[in-house]
């Protein structure tokens, strides 16, 4: 029998199909069989808005402990998920190629943003996603939600019907005109089909690191060293400097992703360009800047993303968000 490697994953749908992909894709470049080890966390079993639980972290901390424990080798997070600050004695190992960054709307009779009816009721579980919509229609309003992805596709009017999942039904169903969802997650998942609009960054940041997944190891290693080799293979370095830059402003900004705080770096050339946006909560007030360096290294766009914080700082960035 072959050696094996053992991957801690969250139970939910999505993460099991992200880890899934990540682990097999691993498992080709080293060599070694895959077993998968489901975690339960907090984010799964409370009940309750996540940005009232604390948002960053609720998902991660129970599957970083298993990691710590060596109950795996090996942790799959989405690396929005993730709250900024590194716990000791672990490490980010790889950041694979990044999904689609944008955010979706799901809504019914496949009504654009612009489309959708005064006062149309939206659901989200996310003050940044609640807050760039309020800024962008005033009108509408803002339903707070949680639950997997096809029970939030559930609340879209027309839409909970036509989805065969076990998890639908068991709360409110049909209540709302449309959700916004991770583009990333969708895909992923082989929910594209629901997707009525992606949301251009010019009217929605997406969440510093989102479409992104970050495969974690202890800081000594996996225990494997054909594992720790593919990790290094598997690791992305445009990926990486663009999830550091945004990262890095969202430590600056002392937010945790519960924040109405939006980012995003991308690669132009060989500059490394990094959007921010912070905006009140309800969406009154919004502050957008951009900031732009040599797309050279981890620690320049780290660099990068501390600098265009501490400049919306000054400009009273923490006032704006609500965080002062």
């Not at 969250?10 to 470049?29: D, V």
């Not at 079993?45 to 080798?73: I, K, P, W």
Request: proline share 4%; net charge negative.
């Amino acid at each position: 029998m072959s050696e094996a490697f053992r991957v801690g994953t969250r139970g939910s749908a999505l993460a099991t199909t992200q880890t899934g992909w990540a682990a097999q894709q691993l498992a080709e470049i080293s060599g070694l069989e895959v077993q998968t080890v489901l975690v339960k966390t907090e984010g799964d079993v409370v009940t309750g808005s996540l940005a009232t639980l604390g948002g960053t972290g609720v998902f991660a901390a129970a599957l970083r402990q298993h990691l710590l424990d060596s109950g795996c080798d090996l942790a799959v997070h989405s690396l929005k998920d993730l709250p900024t600050a590194q716990p000791e004695g672990l490490v980010l190992a790889a950041i694979p190629p990044r999904e689609d960054v944008r955010d979706a709307l799901c809504s019914r009779d496949s009504l654009g943003l612009d489309q959708l009816p005064q006062g149309a009721k939206i659901g989200t579980g996310s003050p940044r996603r609640a807050a760039q919509l309020l800024a962008y229609r005033s009108d509408l309003q803002i339903v707070d939600i949680r639950g997997n992805v096809p029970t939030r596709l559930g609340r879209v009017k027309g839409v909970g019907e036509t989805l065969d999942d076990g998890s639908v039904g068991r709360s409110t169903q049909g209540d709302l005109d449309a959700v916004i969802l991770a583009a990333a997650g969708m895909r992923r998942l082989g929910l594209e089909k629901h997707i009525t609009e992606y949301l251009d960054p010019a009217i929605m940041l997406p969440a510093p690191g989102q479409g992104a997944l970050a495969l974690e190891t202890r800081t000594a290693g996996s225990g494997h060293k054909s594992l720790d080799a593919a990790l290094a293979q598997f690791d992305d370095a445009a990926t990486r400097m663009q999830v550091e830059a945004e990262r890095a402003l969202l430590a600056e900004l002392e937010a945790g992703c519960a924040a109405p705080i939006g980012a995003l770096a991308h690669i132009e050339g060989d500059e490394l360009i990094l959007e921010a946006v912070a905006c009140n909560p309800d969406g009154s007030q919004t502050m957008r800047r951009s900031a732009r360096t040599e797309a050279s290294s981890v620690q320049s766009a780290q660099q990068l993303g501390r600098s265009l914080a501490q400049s919306m700082i000054a400009d009273g960035a923490a006032v704006v968000a609500g965080l002062a």
